[in-house]
């Protein structure tokens, strides 16, 4: 999405028309407003406050259990007055918050950052939490009549004629929000609706050094609900995910906590983005059946044995960079462009064949030296394995199957049963960390 987002934000328009143009307003929908903590005070101004969204601090810099309790230190944290409000801003005191955010006049330079699941603008001086299309169409789209999608939500109709494939029948596009030049249009689509943009205004002019993660106001452009990634902060990622480890084993000696320590590493990576930014569903099964870890494995055994854990992290700090470096040899193409609504096969294809392993797919090929490194491990060939603390399987009673996201668990109860039959799996074994059904 980084590089969608930079592939028209700095071209010339042929139209001539300047940014600073009145045609260059954004439209947006779900948005809030930042109020500036005294620790951001020499960052960021005040803004209005809004009628219909609680004004409330931003979530950046809160902090969570698995963070360690460090401050930044800076010399800019002398400055301790709060800010006050630009002029002008005071007649948009208790508006909507999405006329508030198109009334700010937001216009200048663009510049983008991505780090792990999150994304930050930097238009001008505003910053604000995607593909490029002919502004022409973009105005073509927006100017029909929406359609609801839901009780609270509308789309656009998106009608056959938008579309490069020559298909009979159209579809509908949610438009989050839309940042326009004279030629190109940056849109926000979001076919669920769950995208929101948080606005914070700087002090300064922005650049592409404001957004690199060695400025200083880097620590506060960011969510709570995400923490670091090793690509861009690997000392924090480090020290975030030992914490975690700490916290699970603290948890399994805990009878109130021991339940959390119990739950599959698979779960917790695409879920906890405050640990493992950037693990989504995908890359959370796909870095799994590299590591030649199964989904299923609780967190606790893995933070107990010292083989599981170096198998663990060792692949951990290097999927990420792999994922980046595959960019060089796939070139994926661009999804921006003069007619952006059709299927790419092609690219379709190169995402599928250099960036997704194993994730729903029904049969995996690997080389020799992965396969010679399974069978060492014993996790083929047994009819019903079991992963010991060191890292090898053994033996076990199977008692049910059950399927989450695709995956195949396997549990039991600590008794002997008759393995179930409902599931024929290509592999018998532990072909949950191999096949998907």
């Not at 890292?391 to 396997?410: E, K, Q, R």
């Amino acid at each position: 999405m980084k590089r969608e987002i930079e592939k028209y934000a700095h071209r010339a328009g042929s139209s001539g028309l300047p940014y600073l143009n009145e045609k260059e307003h954004g439209e947006r929908q779900t948005v809030t407003l930042h109020d500036p903590r005294p620790a951001e005070w020499p960052f960021f101004n005040r803004l209005p406050y809004s009628a219909k969204s609680k004004r409330a601090p931003c979530t950046c810099t809160a902090g969570s259990y698995y963070e360690k309790n460090g401050k930044v230190k800076s010399n800019f944290f002398e400055r301790r007055r709060r800010p006050r409000m630009s002029e002008g801003y005071h007649d948009l005191d208790g508006r909507n918050s999405s006329d508030i955010a198109n009334m700010l006049d937001i216009r200048g330079p663009l510049y983008v950052y991505a780090r792990g699941k999150e994304l930050v603008l930097a238009i001008g001086k505003l910053e604000g939490h995607s593909f490029w299309l002919p502004t022409a169409t973009y105005n073509e789209i927006v100017s029909q009549p929406v359609v609801n999608r839901g009780s609270s939500s509308h789309a656009f109709p998106l009608g056959p004629q938008f579309y490069a494939d020559n298909r009979k029948e159209g579809s509908n596009i949610s438009i989050q929000a839309a940042f326009i030049r004279p030629d190109w249009t940056l849109v926000f689509c979001d076919h669920n609706v769950m995208i929101s943009f948080h606005i914070m205004e700087l002090q300064h002019v922005s650049s592409h050094t404001t957004l690199s993660p060695a400025s200083e106001i880097w620590p506060f452009l960011w969510s709570s609900s995400h923490g670091p990634t090793v690509v861009e902060e690997k000392s924090y990622f480090e020290d975030v995910v030992n914490a975690w480890k700490a916290w699970i084993l603290k948890a399994s000696e805990r009878p109130k906590q021991r339940y959390q320590s119990m739950i599959p590493i698979y779960l917790v990576l695409k879920d906890k983005q405050q640990i493992f930014n950037g693990y989504g569903a995908q890359e959370a099964c796909d870095f799994l059946f590299k590591a030649m870890l199964p989904p299923h494995l609780p967190c606790a055994i893995l933070c107990k044995s010292d083989v599981l854990w170096n198998r663990f992290t060792t692949h951990l700090f290097n999927f990420q960079s792999d994922q980046l470096s595959q960019l060089k040899e796939a070139h994926l193409p661009s999804v921006s462009g003069p007619s952006p609504f059709y299927m790419n096969k092609d690219g379709h294809g190169r995402f599928l064949t250099h960036f997704v392993h194993c994730y729903r797919r029904r049969r995996v090929r690997v080389d020799g030296t992965f396969l010679q490194e399974v069978e060492r491990l014993g996790y083929l060939n047994l009819s019903r394995p079991a992963l010991d603390d060191d890292g090898y399987a053994t033996d076990m009673f199977i008692i049910f199957f059950f399927v989450i996201n695709s995956f195949l668990f396997l549990f039991t109860r600590g008794r002997k049963s008759a393995p179930c039959q409902g599931l024929k799996p290509h592999y018998q074994g532990a072909n949950s960390v191999f096949a998907e059904f």
